[in-house]
């Protein structure tokens, strides 16, 4: 009977499963969407994202209602609005980094944020195994170099050039890559802090997140007053990109956004994708309401409930190994669909090395009975007991 139970058990969380794979696979497509959107228009970062925060910040707004139900205290409040500005700070960085590095090495960037469990065991007295997150840190710090070096990508990837050059295994050569699909070039581990910066800030809003409440319901209405407050602190900065630009595109991008605000946004969405399906030249049209509306359903709103489900259901939280594997998998589909710069064998290398250095810079003395492991930082930095500095 107990072994029936136990067969049966991993079952009843496939549909949760499903469902998790399927909204990161859309939120990792909203991305490419948004990558190809910038190279091709050469929009501004932060007029784009606060485009897509402003109707996102509504919707949460009208779906959470943060000014019903019981009073939310100044201890809630504050908190929330602050990482507002980290959330604010997240996206901007986060932008740059994917205009300038590409979607693989922003995507892998953000789970950076395991750095964060090396903090913890530093200030937290965890010195005695301190080596073993250190050596976590280093194999991240090690996949990074390999994704600044081009290992992830066909051109610059020894695996390609050494190995599927004399075997005539490659499926495309350099001067077959799609017309659309820019290779991207060499960079270092300077051009690689933004987007490991963006993903140390995107750890950090999630433990202060998590801090702050503890129900859920609570949480999404705390996560509707970030959202707004993150819009608000960016709209300096896309008013000033709005008034320096002289590219009428952008005017119209900006003009645009009131039919975002007055239209359904499924309305939207179908209309960009009949046009990105039937039109074969994207690049010239000034504004794409299919990289606009899929940011806002997948990439803002939709993932945050995916991520809700996964971690209370699921206890599978972001910066982690499992999460890491998902992400993998879903830009391996979208590089090969959008026939991207792109090495399979050298993408895996860095995934795996990632990864190992994500699960020894959470862990906790896994040898010792009794003994824990986290899946993330943001479950450490939740077990400690101390409150975080104000």
């Known amino acids: 009977m107990m072994s029936s139970l136990r067969a049966t058990y991993p079952f009843r969380h496939t549909p949760l499963q499903i469902i998790h794979v399927i909204g990161n696979f859309l ?8 990558y190809r959107y910038l190279i091709q228009t050469g929009s501004s970062v932060g007029l784009f994202i606060f485009c897509c925060l402003l109707p996102s910040s509504l919707l949460f707004l009208a779906m959470q209602k943060p000014w019903k139900g019981r009073p939310l205290s100044n201890q809630q409040v504050v908190p929330s609005i602050i990482n507002g500005v980290i959330t604010a700070l997240y996206f901007s960085m986060w932008g740059k980094g994917l205009k300038s590095c590409g979607p ?27 080596w073993k997150k250190v050596g976590g840190l280093v194999a991240m710090m090690l996949s990074f170099y390999l994704l600044s ?11 390609d050039i050494l190995f599927c050059s004399k075997l005539n295994l490659k499926l495309r050569s350099k001067e077959n890559l799609d017309a659309e699909a820019h290779p991207e070039e060499i960079l270092g581990m300077k051009d690689m802090i933004v987007p490991i910066i963006a993903g140390i800030l995107s750890a950090l809003r ?23 407050s993150a819009t608000c602190f960016l709209f300096p900065v896309a008013m000033w990109d709005f008034i320096t630009v002289s590219d009428d595109s952008q005017i119209w991008q900006f003009l645009i956004l ?15 994708a009949i046009q990105g399906s039937t039109s074969d030249s994207t690049s010239q049209l000034p504004f ?18 995916v991520d809700s489900i996964a971690e209370e259901r699921l206890h599978m939280v972001f910066s982690s190994p499992r999460h890491l594997m998902v992400a993998g998998g879903c830009m391996i589909i979208l590089e090969i669909f959008y026939q991207m710069d792109f090495s399979l064998p050298g993408f895996l290398l860095c995934c795996i090395i990632l990864g190992f250095g994500i699960y020894e810079a959470t862990a906790l003395e896994r040898g010792k009975k009794g003994t ?15 409150p975080l500095p104000t």
């Open 27 to 34: 939120r990792i497509w909203s991305v490419y969407s948004m």
């Open 104 to 130: 693989v090495r922003t995507i892998l960037a953000e789970y950076a944020g395991a750095v964060l469990g090396v903090l913890s065991a530093a200030l937290y007295g965890q010195g005695k195994h301190l």
């Open 149 to 159: 070096r081009g290992w992830a990508m066909g051109t610059h990837s020894p695996f």
């Open 206 to 228: 999630r433990v202060i997140a998590r801090r702050v409440s503890l129900k859920n319901q609570l949480k999404r209405r705390l996560h509707a007053i970030t959202i707004t």
């Open 258 to 272: 009131k039919s975002i605000l007055l239209f359904l946004i499924g309305c939207v969405l179908l209309t960009g």
């Open 288 to 305: 794409s309401a299919w990289a606009f509306g899929s940011f806002i359903l997948f990439g803002v709103i939709l993932v945050f409930y």
């Open 372 to 386: 824990q492991h986290f899946d993330s930082p943001e479950e450490m930095l939740d077990d400690m007991k101390s």
